[in-house]
């Protein structure tokens, strides 16, 4: 009874293996390091001990070598070192800048903690450490400072945004525009832009924006604006041989043609871009939900869609695709809906960015059953 206790431990608590490794050297080029150097000691840390695990967002280890009386060590040859880990991952080589030894650390998308550990020339190894990755919010508000400017690059068939107080490792949205022709999109000047935004990684203003062009005119713009509930997560993208899939907060999917960027599976389906001719009478964008989530969704033409009131027309009680006045709430579990004005959700003050009034899911769930009769699902 002892032995098998005792082995259902160590089966519990192993590890598992670091079957990845990453080295920089070659193998017909001989060390740069000097043959009276030898190295004692091996210590690891990150810049950031969490990162999110969209597979755009990254990291780096930092590496400090030691001799045995404790002196650090920086005339080692960075090719020297070998990276071993649990999972796969993109590494750069290993470099050495101010005497510290790092390399940069890329997740793949979804993955799980990460565990490392450094060796040099096989001789001496570091104690493994953990890189939790991670789709989870990383908190709830969003700090009081503003961006000075917003920075944008390709990332395979999106753009990867952040902005400039959030650091160039990371990301705060990605986006990409179906400019057609197809069922979606039937005119050369017209496009339907998705942006999915998850500024600081906090819950608080995660959101799935969509804009719909009928023309090359900014102000006939027509925004939508959704937020899915619950938001368990952050909008996680994983671009496929043909397709993307979006992971959406609430852990629902949207799917889309990879070269079109058209809606073919998962929890919207979409109509085509409305281009008529009345500016006035024109849809927003024509998305409807069948999941089993919560959905706020706020329109506007050629503005913000938090603060516009130009439209005196209240956002239908169907799916949301006509007026702007207030908000429209639906449950998607039960098909109950819910229409409120938009003060109770946003500041009307137009500044960047405009902050979604509850944080917190508790609290935003406190709201709908006091003014709409119904929570959030638990799923």
Known sequence: MRFLLLLFIVSCSSSSPMKYKFNSSKAYLASLTDESTHVARIELSFKESTVFASGMDSTYLIVKLFDKEGALL???????????????????????????????????????????QVDWKNKVKSKAIVLRASTSPKKDSLLPFHHEFLEAKANGEVMVGRGSRFPASGSEEFSFVNVGFNKVVKRSNSSRTFNFEYPEHARQNIAMQIDDAPNDTISHTMHSIFMLFPRNQLPVLEQLDKTMEVTLPNGEKMVFDKDSKEIIGGVFEEGPVDISADRARRQYPELKYSGRGVVLRVNARGQ???????????????????????????????????????????????????????ATDEEFEIYLQNHCGFGLPKF
């Open 74 to 116: 920086t005339n080692v040859d960075p090719s020297d070192l070998t990276l071993s880990c649990s999972q796969d991952i993109e590494a750069k080589p290993f470099s050495l800048k101010q005497g510290i030894y790092k390399t940069d650390i890329l997740p793949r998308v979804k993955s799980p903690d990460i565990r490392m």
């Open 304 to 358: 913000s869609p938090q603060l516009s009131e130009y439209e005196k027309e209240k956002i239908d009680m169907d799916f949301g695709t006509k007026g702007s006045a207030e908000v429209l709430i639906l449950n998607g579990m039960t098909g109950q809906k819910c229409r409120r004005p938009k003060i109770d959700f946003w500041d009307s003050l137009d500044v960047a960015p405009i902050e979604f009034k509850f």
